[in-house]
């Protein structure tokens, strides 16, 4: 009978060990493709903005804001501040510590309840990617068996480089480089002792020792960590002593976004091919010049509350501006503001906004005419018309009896005089000389699209962007090459080694020396023409004024030997700016505020333009004139002398 019943509970062991064993392999199986998570680690990332001299601008992320951080770019304090609280015995287990266990089970059993964990830095790691926190044998199980094939195939600096990348320390913060950044505002390699002792404390409870909220706990943990580190001989009682005592500084947030309109414009940029962006780790360069940046935001700002003062019928909370400053040569976006508070609106006025250009329309007109064979002494007149606009019946017929800004004419008066003084009729009637056909191919080949057969397009009724305008200036700024604007110059995905740079793009549209012949008169509209506000002392400038219809919009584009700044303002439903408030008296003084200024922070400006080969004088009428091959001078009828070379 004895030996039945042994037999019996032999059987019993045996199926219980089967079953046991079969359920092992059952998890075993079950977890037989769950380490690869792990071992081919790619959590969601970042997206790093910086200036063009390297300071960060603004993160942004889509799932989860982590900056990637690779083993070697880690402190051996923080690894020493993680194992002394977590893992001490980190680099002799297998992934799993049975000490550890053993140890903990005792103390439980002693105290009647759980007192102390056993968990390893790879278990945790494990737990904080795969598994739910569901306190069963089986997930328990699963953990400790993926822990071991994570162990074997993965060294203990891959794992703790995944872990420190991995855990989250609170404020939406994952990975110890992104909870540096944004409780400290440091890198990993300028953190002190006590810092790194208090972000080590976070992991435990990212919401109780949260040092914007308990900063006093979070203290307190820190300070543990800390004497832990001390006892284990790790730090000395001098490191102790110094760090026990430091409170240092947090901050709420991890930065504030700089250049958020220029961040936005790349992103936009880069969307399309990049559809990943803001989840890849990617770092992104931008042209943007922060001290240039910042001035022209005080630019703009300064004339918001300047316009203000001048009409106080303006509703606030309408008026609006803009501004794109350029390097024209190589096409880089040196700022880009496109609102006057990011945080109020972030409709950007710089690119997504289209407005009626004015007469910044002109310089294009003229530039025609010239490479027509026109010379700026041309004469033309300045004389009224009429046009009838024809409607879709008799009645519905409108009159068009166009003026310019001074309400009088001057008769003949020539090229340079009619642009610097931006007179409407004069245009017009070039305009008609030339035939509107050309003028209409002329201003494709500068890049305007769908230009209609409408004569008003000759006074800038065409809606150009902030950015668009910007571009197609270049023609002029950049002595007739257009130049496409670029705000990226280069994005790198770090822990790839993957840099990809966005090259200059150019097009030549005309000889330099016909281009000049527009800078040489926009010259003149800065010095005595509808530009004069926007002088400053020291520095040639070339520019134009814009106004449309019922003052609505307020433009000037302007530019230097090496840069090119165009500004916009006017009231976002398209109401009147007021009567009077032209594009000279709004928008050129916000050019001479932030030019006046620039060159203090920038004297290595170029003050003044260079003239090219293939530009000669004349002189007519006692004055001095340019001609060109291509637009050489009127007819000797006109003139007082020949040509002087």
Do not use: C
């Given at each position: 009978?004895?030996?039945?019943?042994?037999?019996?509970?032999?059987?019993?062991?045996?199926?219980?060990?089967?079953?046991?064993?079969?359920?092992?392999?059952?998890?075993?199986?079950?977890?037989?493709?769950?380490?690869?998570?792990?071992?081919?680690?790619?959590?969601?990332?970042?997206?790093?903005?910086f200036?063009?001299?390297?300071?960060?601008?603004?993160?942004?992320?889509?799932?989860?804001?982590?900056?990637?951080?690779?083993?070697?770019?880690?402190?051996?304090?923080?690894?020493?501040?993680?194992?002394?609280?977590?893992?001490?015995?980190?680099?002799?287990?297998?992934?799993?510590?049975?000490?550890?266990?053993l140890?903990?089970?005792?103390?439980?059993?002693?105290?009647?309840?759980?007192?102390?964990?056993?968990?390893?830095?790879?278990?945790?790691?494990?737990?904080?990617?795969?598994?739910?926190?569901?306190?069963?044998?089986?997930?328990?199980?699963?953990?400790?068996?993926?822990?071991?094939?994570?162990?074997?195939?993965?060294?203990?600096?891959?794992?703790?480089?995944?872990?420190?990348?991995?855990?989250?320390f609170?404020?939406?913060?994952?990975?110890?480089?992104?909870?540096?950044?944004?409780?400290?505002?440091?890198?990993?390699?300028?953190?002190?002792?006590?810092?790194?002792?208090?972000?080590?404390?976070?992991?435990?409870?990212?919401?109780?020792?949260?040092?914007?909220?308990?900063?006093?706990?979070?203290?307190?943990?820190?300070?543990?960590?800390?004497?832990?580190?001390?006892?284990?001989?790790?730090?000395?009682?001098?490191?102790?002593?110094?760090?026990?005592?430091?409170?240092?500084?947090?901050?709420?947030?991890?930065?504030?976004?700089?250049?958020?309109?220029?961040?936005?414009?790349?992103?936009?940029?880069?969307?399309?091919?990049?559809?990943?962006?803001?989840s890849?780790?990617?770092?992104?360069?931008?042209?943007?010049?922060?001290p240039?940046?910042?001035?022209?935001?005080?630019?703009?700002?300064?004339?918001?509350e300047?316009?203000?003062?001048?009409?106080?019928?303006l509703?606030?909370?309408?008026?609006?501006?803009?501004?794109?400053?350029?390097?024209?040569?190589?096409?880089?976006?040196?700022?880009?503001?496109?609102?006057?508070d990011?945080?109020?609106?972030?409709?950007?006025?710089?690119?997504?906004?289209?407005?009626?250009?004015?007469?910044?329309?002109?310089?294009?007109?003229?530039?025609?005419?010239?490479?027509?064979g026109?010379?700026?002494?041309?004469?033309?007149?300045?004389?009224?018309?009429?046009?009838?606009?024809?409607?879709d019946?008799?009645?519905?017929?409108?009159?068009?009896?166009?003026?310019?800004?001074?309400?009088?004419?001057?008769?003949?008066?020539?090229?340079?005089?009619?642009?610097?003084?931006?007179?409407?009729?004069?245009?017009?009637?070039?305009?008609?000389?030339?035939?509107?056909?050309?003028?209409?191919?002329?201003?494709?080949?500068?890049?305007?699209?769908?230009?209609?057969?409408?004569?008003?397009?000759?006074l800038?009724?065409?809606?150009?962007?902030?950015?668009?305008?910007?571009?197609?200036?270049?023609?002029?700024?950049?002595?007739?090459?257009?130049?496409?604007?670029?705000?990226?110059?280069?994005?790198?995905?770090?822990?790839?080694?993957?840099?990809?740079?966005?090259?200059?793009?150019?097009?030549e549209?005309?000889?330099?020396?016909?281009?000049?012949?527009?800078?040489?008169?926009?010259?003149?509209?800065?010095?005595?023409?509808?530009?004069?506000?926007?002088?400053?002392?020291?520095?040639?400038?070339?520019?134009?004024?814009?106004?449309?219809?019922?003052?609505?919009?307020?433009?000037?584009?302007?530019?230097?030997?090496?840069?090119?700044?165009?500004?916009?303002?006017?009231?976002?439903?398209?109401?009147?700016?007021?009567?009077?408030?032209?594009?000279?008296?709004?928008?050129?003084?916000?050019?001479?505020?932030?030019?006046?200024?620039?060159?203090?922070?920038?004297?290595e400006l170029?003050r003044?333009?260079?003239?090219?080969?293939?530009?000669?004088?004349?002189?007519?009428?006692?004055?001095?004139?340019?001609?060109?091959?291509?637009?050489?001078?009127?007819?000797?009828?006109?003139?007082?002398?020949?040509?002087v070379?």
């Amino acid at each position: 009978m004895i030996k039945k019943i042994f037999a019996f509970f032999l059987v019993l062991i045996f199926i219980a060990v089967v079953g046991v064993l079969a359920y092992l392999a059952y998890l075993y199986e079950a977890t037989k493709f769950t380490a690869e998570k792990i071992i081919f680690y790619n959590p969601p990332q970042s997206a790093l903005f910086f200036d063009r001299n390297g300071k960060l601008l603004d993160v942004r992320y889509s799932k989860e804001n982590r900056i990637y951080v690779k083993y070697d770019d880690i402190p051996p304090r923080i690894i020493e501040a993680l194992l002394a609280t977590e893992d001490t015995s980190f680099f002799e287990h297998p992934g799993i510590n049975y000490n550890a266990i053993l140890r903990a089970i005792i103390k439980d059993i002693k105290a009647g309840k759980k007192v102390e964990g056993a968990s390893t830095i790879t278990q945790q790691l494990v737990r904080n990617i795969y598994l739910n926190r569901k306190k069963t044998i089986e997930r328990k199980l699963k953990e400790m068996i993926i822990s071991m094939k994570v162990e074997k195939i993965l060294s203990k600096e891959e794992i703790l480089e995944r872990y420190l990348n991995q855990i989250f320390f609170g404020h939406g913060y994952y990975g110890i480089k992104t909870a540096a950044l944004g409780y400290f505002h440091k890198n990993l390699k300028d953190l002190s002792l006590k810092e790194i002792a208090m972000l080590i404390a976070l992991p435990k409870g990212p919401s109780l020792y949260d040092p914007v909220k308990h900063y006093t706990l979070n203290l307190k943990r820190a300070n543990s960590i800390l004497k832990r580190m001390y006892n284990l001989g790790w730090i000395t009682p001098e490191e102790y002593k110094a760090s026990i005592i430091e409170t240092p500084k947090v901050y709420k947030t991890m930065i504030t976004p700089q250049a958020p309109y220029a961040v936005d414009t790349a992103i936009k940029q880069l969307k399309k091919n990049y559809p990943n962006l803001l989840s890849k780790g990617y770092n992104i360069y931008l042209t943007i010049d922060m001290p240039t940046q910042n001035l022209a935001k005080e630019a703009i700002k300064w004339n918001y509350e300047r316009i203000l003062k001048m009409n106080k019928k303006l509703n606030a909370s309408k008026l609006n501006g803009a501004i794109i400053t350029i390097n024209q040569k190589t096409g880089e976006v040196l700022t880009l503001v496109g609102g006057i508070d990011y945080k109020k609106s972030k409709f950007n006025r710089a690119t997504q906004a289209v407005r009626s250009i004015g007469s910044a329309m002109k310089p294009f007109i003229y530039q025609i005419a010239l490479n027509l064979g026109y010379n700026p002494a041309t004469l033309i007149p300045d004389i009224s018309r009429t046009f009838k606009i024809k409607g879709d019946t008799p009645q519905e017929d409108e009159i068009w009896k166009p003026k310019n800004y001074e309400r009088n004419t001057l008769g003949l008066i020539t090229l340079r005089e009619a642009l610097v003084h931006s007179r409407n009729l004069a245009t017009i009637n070039l305009a008609l000389a030339i035939g509107l056909n050309k003028i209409i191919e002329g201003l494709q080949d500068f890049g305007f699209k769908n230009v209609p057969a409408n004569l008003s397009i000759v006074l800038g009724s065409i809606g150009q962007s902030v950015w668009q305008l910007s571009e197609k200036y270049t023609v002029f700024s950049n002595y007739g090459v257009k130049t496409k604007l670029r705000l990226i110059s280069k994005l790198t995905v770090p822990k790839e080694n993957i840099t990809v740079k966005f090259e200059e793009k150019h097009e030549e549209i005309e000889p330099d020396y016909q281009a000049y012949l527009i800078i040489d008169i926009l010259k003149d509209v800065v010095k005595k023409g509808t530009g004069r506000n926007a002088r400053v002392k020291g520095i040639e400038i070339a520019g134009k004024t814009g106004t449309t219809n019922k003052y609505v919009d307020a433009w000037f584009a302007g530019f230097t030997p090496d840069t090119q700044t165009i500004v916009w303002f006017g009231n976002d439903d398209s109401s009147t700016l007021g009567k009077g408030m032209s594009g000279g008296r709004v928008s050129a003084p916000v050019f001479k505020y932030f030019y006046s200024r620039l060159l203090e922070i920038h004297p290595e400006l170029q003050r003044k333009f260079k003239i090219p080969k293939g530009v000669k004088e004349f002189v007519i009428n006692g004055k001095k004139e340019l001609f060109t091959r291509i637009s050489p001078p009127p007819s000797k009828s006109n003139q007082d002398e020949v040509p002087v070379f």
